[in-house]
């Protein structure tokens, strides 16, 4: 049984996902928003060193890449958190800016979840 702290620590890691989008900059200007969406679901947690390069500071809170994953490393020791699979519900492209809404089916350590998950994009120096 988890306990409530590391149920809080699942919900902040759902918030970080929904409410702190993940700039992404590493998957290539090729790649429509959804596709770059579906390629984060598919590293993160499980490839910490290949999702921070899908970020920038901002959804990082400032820390350095390496700071970031040691840290996402701590948060996500006891949570068993893997995503299943993701459906993309919308995709809105505005200029350099996207939205995509998931729905994903998550495992984790205290059983599966299904929630949509909202994430903003921005496409820098080209991708």
Known sequence: MLSLKAVAGLVLICFAVLFFPPFLNAVGSESSPSQVVQHWITVYPKDLNTAV???TANLRDG????SWVRNRQAILANLGLEY??????????TGNRAVVTLKVYLSTTIGDQVQRERYTLRRINGQ
């Open 53 to 55: 390069t899908l970020t």
């Open 63 to 66: 820390l350095s890449p390496e």
């Open 84 to 93: 299943l699979d993701g459906q993309v519900l919308s995709e809105e492209v």
